[in-house]
């Protein structure tokens, strides 16, 4: 059974950073595509970054670009969200999710971790 826990949310003021882990488990990911998604309240969930697990190509939505970092680290099952400059704008639960590549839906979501940043 795959499991994805996040962890490394928290509060933080304007102009901070945050790193975010999301170690998985159950299976190899060498196949796989992760990502972050966030979710304000009262707003729909949105993409924040991407990562190929195989190659490490990456992918960021618009708002985050310049300023977050998505990284893996194969040996421990584990990807990351580095976050810098954070913005009262980016206070949300963010997800880890998973899929396989050729899989056109994520397939497995974590429980996520809520981050907040003060202005």
């Known amino acids: 059974q795959v499991q994805l826990v996040e962890s490394g949310g928290g509060l933080v003021q304007a102009g901070g950073s945050l790193r975010l882990s999301c170690a998985a488990s159950?299976?190899?990911?060498?196949?796989?595509?992760m990502a972050w998604f966030r979710q304000a309240p009262g707003k729909e969930r949105e993409f924040v970054a991407a990562?190929?697990?195989?190659?490490?190509?990456?992918l960021y939505a618009d708002s985050v670009k310049g300023r977050f970092t998505v990284a893996r680290d194969n040996a421990k099952n584990t990807m990351y969200l580095q976050m810098n400059s954070l913005e009262p704008e980016d206070t949300a639960v963010y997800r880890c999710v998973a899929r396989d590549q050729s899989v056109p839906m994520w397939e497995h979501w974590g429980q996520g971790t809520q981050v907040t940043v003060s202005s």
């Open positions: 990562i190929n697990w195989s190659s490490g190509n990456t």
């Open positions: 159950g299976r190899t990911f060498s196949s796989h595509v």
